[in-house]
């Protein structure tokens, strides 16, 4: 199944932070009134640690590993 944006918008990327904005970021802002998980900042440390795991689990299934 195609993601809403996907559907609406088919030209558009949808990187890993325009998916945060729009589909968590609402939420988040109803339940705590500011958006500071979804900084530059946050973001990039958690786009550090994928490339760091996906570097150090190469494996294709959890068996393989």
């Given at each position: 199944m ?34 500071g ?6 973001l990039?440390?958690?786009s ?18």
């Open positions: 195609m993601p809403a944006l996907q559907v609406a918008f088919p030209w558009l990327s949808v990187t890993s932070k325009l998916h945060a904005l729009a589909h968590h970021a609402p939420a988040e802002f109803l339940r705590f009134g500011c958006l998980a979804y900084s530059d900042q946050a990039e440390a958690w550090g640690f994928l490339n760091y795991a996906q570097a150090r689990c190469t494996a294709d299934s959890f068996i393989g590993s």
